[in-house]
């Protein structure tokens, strides 16, 4: 078993920063790919970057040159740094694992507004 929890989000004026954080514990033996999604009301769950075992990243077009994917192997943690916001990034973000299964966090409220 895989615990994944979210942290970081919150309430920012657009063309503000936030840095979310997804720690992983439990069931760990080795480096897994990790990504982050959002999922806004009455829209489907979308990929906004994920990072592949040996570092890759891969991001939406939306969010290119605004955000980050990092990860600190020693901690099982992957960050997101967003920058830029806008309003449309307004969702719950979520956090994902892919081992032999997946895992999800419970997600985080990202609200841009002023």
């Known amino acids: 078993q895989v615990q994944l929890v979210e942290s970081g989000g919150g309430l920012v004026q657009p063309g503000g920063s936030l840095r979310l954080s997804c720690a992983a514990s439990g069931s760990i033996t080795r480096i897994y790919p990790m990504g982050w999604y959002r999922q806004s009301p009455g829209k489907q769950r979308e990929l906004v970057a994920d990072i592949t075992t040996g570092g890759s990243t891969n991001y939406a077009d939306s969010v290119k040159g605004r955000f980050t994917i990092s990860r600190d192997k020693t901690k099982n943690t992957v960050y997101l740094q967003m920058n830029s916001l806008l309003s449309e990034d307004t969702a719950v973000y979520y956090c994902?694992?892919?081992?032999?299964?997946?895992?999800w966090g419970q997600g985080t409220q990202v609200t841009v507004s002023s």
């Open positions: 994902k694992m892919v081992t032999a299964r997946t895992y």
